[in-house]
C-alpha cells in the first residue's frame, strides 16, 4: 500500500485514494451507452435519461436504468469498457485503486447473454489496462439476498473451480428480504475458498439487518450501513468493520435517511470510507463524494480519516 502514497507537501504521508465501491453493471460510461444503445437501435429507458440529468425516480426506476447497463454486458469487450470506464472515473478524480463489484451469475447464468469465459478475459482485459494507468483493482463477487442462499451456493459453484486471482471478496446485494443467518452457511464456504465477506445492509432494509449481518452472517465489510442505529455503529466501531459509503448514491435511493449518518458514523469511530456505488446511473466520482461530505459538516481531519480508512481497509491493496 505504502508504494501508492504520496508525500505530502510538509512531509506527511498521505494515503493513496481509492474507490471502495462500485458495481461493475452501475458503472459504464453514459457516452459509451448511448452510442453502444444506438448502434444497437435500442431506446433508452426514460429512468436512465431522468437519472443522467441528475432527478431522482423511484426504486424500481433506478432497477430497471441498471438492468439496461446490465443488458449490453453481453461480450468481453463490453465487459472491458465497463472496467475501463471505473478506472478512467477513478483516475479524474485522483484516486489510485477501487474495489469492484460484479454479479457474473446474474450475466452468465441468469440472462445467459455472455460466457464466463468471456466475462473472464474481459475482465482480466481491463484489470490489466487498470494496471497499466498505475491502478491497483479487484473483484468481488455479488450475489443476489432475495434470491436466497441456494442463489448464493450456485453463484460459488459457477465461479470457485477456476476462480481468477483478481477476485478477493463475496458478497450480497439485491434488496435485504432474506435473513442473513440463513446466508451464513453460503459465507462460510466461500471463506474456505479463501474470499473476504461482505454484505449490502442498512440500506433497502432496517438497521437491524447490519447487526444481523456481522453476528449471524458472520460477514467482515459492510456497504452502505446507513439504517445503523447507535448499538450498532458501537458494534461495527469495536470489531473494527469497515462500511462503504456512498452518499450520492444514498441520496438517490434512500432519501428517507436524512440527514445522512456519516457524521454520526464517524464520530461513533466506524471505519467508514467513500465508494461511487453506481456512477454510471447515478452520476458522481470521487471529487463529487467528497464534496458531499464535506458539505455534512466534515472537517479536514474527519475527510483524512476517510481516505486513511479507504486505504486500509481496501481489499485492491490486501496482500
Avoid: Y
Avoid at 453481453?74 to 472496467?83: F, L, T
Avoid at 432475495?146 to 448464493?152: E, Q
Avoid at 456512498?246 to 428517507?256: E, H, R
Amino acid at each position: 500500500m505504502a508504494s501508492l502514497g504520496v508525500i505530502g507537501m510538509n512531509g506527511p504521508f498521505v494515503p493513496p485514494l481509492i474507490d471502495r465501491h462500485t458495481h461493475l453493471e452501475g458503472s459504464l460510461d453514459p457516452d459509451w451507452v448511448r452510442l453502444e444503445s444506438e448502434r444497437r437501435g435500442l431506446g433508452l429507458p426514460a429512468s436512465l435519461e431522468t437519472l443522467w440529468s441528475g432527478s431522482p425516480v423511484p426504486f424500481e426506476g433506478f432497477i430497471e436504468a441498471f438492468l439496461f447497463g446490465a443488458s449490453l454486458l453481453d461480450s468481453r469487450e463490453a465487459v472491458r469498457e465497463a472496467v475501463l470506464a471505473v478506472a478512467r472515473r477513478t483516475t479524474a478524480s485522483g484516486g489510485r485503486g477501487f474495489d469492484l463489484w460484479a454479479s457474473p451469475h446474474f450475466l452468465v447464468v441468469h440472462r445467459g447473454q455472455i460466457s464466463l469465459e468471456d466475462f473472464w478475459l474481459g475482465m482480466e482485459e481491463g484489470f490489466s489496462i487498470a494496471a497499466a494507468l498505475g491502478l491497483r483493482a479487484c473483484l468481488v463477487v455479488d450475489a443476489v439476498n432475495h434470491f436466497g442462499p441456494r442463489h448464493g451456493h450456485a453463484v460459488l459453484d459457477l465461479v470457485l473451480p477456476e476462480l481468477p486471482i483478481f477476485v478477493k471478496g463475496f458478497s450480497t446485494g439485491g434488496l435485504e428480504r432474506c435473513p442473513f443467518r440463513d446466508w451464513a452457511p453460503v459465507f462460510e464456504r466461500a471463506r474456505a475458498a479463501g474470499l473476504l465477506i461482505a454484505a449490502h445492509a442498512g440500506e433497502s432494509g432496517p438497521g437491524s439487518n447490519v447487526r444481523a449481518a456481522v453476528l449471524e452472517g458472520g460477514v467482515a465489510r459492510i456497504i452502505h450501513g446507513i439504517r445503523a442505529d447507535a448499538e450498532t455503529l458501537e458494534l461495527l466501531a469495536e470489531r473494527r468493520i469497515p462500511v462503504d459509503v456512498c452518499p450520492s448514491s444514498n441520496q438517490a435511493l434512500a432519501a428517507d435517511v436524512d440527514p445522512h449518518p456519516l457524521p454520526r458514523m464517524l464520530l461513533a469511530g466506524v471505519r467508514c470510507a467513500l465508494g461511487t456505488d453506481d456512477p454510471g446511473v447515478i452520476p458522481c466520482d470521487l471529487a463529487t463524494e467528497a464534496t458531499a461530505a464535506r458539505g455534512m459538516g466534515l472537517d479536514e481531519q474527519a475527510m483524512a480519516r476517510l481516505r486513511q480508512n479507504g486505504a486500509e481497509d481496501a481489499w485492491c491493496l490486501a496482500d
